[in-house]
């Protein structure tokens, strides 16, 4: 079945530093990818995808790339505001009725 | 305007208690569904509802009985309620669900505790 791996946390940086946060998948045919962020107290909300291979899904300054041949996903941002401070979902969905399958989550603290 | 908003957002009761969450979401979507999200943060599909439909059911126990009674709607009704339910129920919604590519909306959940 499918699967998503992706770093436990919490992961905390300073503000301005670099930010990666791994994610691998197992899938069947071609999924589409996604990350998305849940603030605290919210519901999770779409940060960006990629639907293909090779593609870049980017957003906020946010950047991930879907890569095939490593079958990796992992979310990058060259500077971490505070306000990023959150827990980050990397999903896969292979089709069919959106059966979307995340990862466990991965809190960022960010700290001044 | 909230798209996806579900009720009470929190929820603290006895254990052996009936319960129900209310979901509406204004999108007019077709496609509903309800997410468990346990302590640890892992998130789960519970329920898929199409057009009012039942789509999936993911080994939920029968104590746990969604109804749609519109497309715009979808409750959750938990009998006999038990510690292991503690958790946050989210529902979410999409547009069209065949597509690989569309995205979800959440609402902002319902945090369970059972006591």
């Known amino acids: 079945g499918d699967s998503v791996t992706q770093m436990e946390g919490p992961v905390t940086l300073s503000e301005e530093a670099f930010l990666t946060i791994n994610c691998t998948y197992t899938?069947?045919?071609?999924?589409?990818l996604f990350w998305y962020v849940q603030y605290p107290g919210e519901g999770l909300q779409l940060l960006l995808k990629?639907?293909?291979?090779?593609d870049k899904g980017s957003n906020k300054g946010f950047e991930a790339t879907y890569r095939k041949e490593t079958t990796s996903f992992h979310l990058e941002k060259g500077s971490v505001q505070v306000s990023d401070s959150a827990v980050y979902f990397c999903?896969?969905?292979?089709?069919?009725?959106?059966?979307?399958?995340f990862g466990i989550g991965t809190k960022l603290q960010v700290i001044p | 305007d909230t798209a996806v908003s579900q009720t009470p957002k929190y929820l603290v009761t006895q254990m052996g208690n009936d319960k129900s969450i209310k979901c509406e979401q204004n999108?007019?979507?077709?496609?509903m569904y309800w997410y468990k999200q346990d302590s640890k943060k892992f998130l789960k599909i519970m329920f898929s509802?199409?057009?009012?439909?039942?789509?999936i059911n993911e080994t939920v126990p029968n104590r746990f009985s969604p109804k749609s009674p519109d497309k715009a709607h979808l409750n959750l009704h938990i009998n006999s309620l038990e510690l292991g339910d503690s958790a946050v129920y989210f529902c979410?919604?999409?547009?069209?669900?065949?597509?690989?590519?569309?995205?979800?909306?959440f609402g902002s959940g319902t945090q369970l505790s059972v006591l």
């Open positions: 979410a919604s999409s547009q069209n669900p065949g597509s690989s590519n569309e995205k979800l909306f």
């Open positions: 899938a069947t045919g071609y999924p589409s």
């Open positions: 990629a639907t293909k291979a090779d």
């Open positions: 999903a896969l969905n292979s089709g069919g009725y959106q059966k979307v399958t």
């Open positions: 999108l007019g979507h077709d496609t």
């Open positions: 509802y199409n057009n009012k439909e039942l789509i």
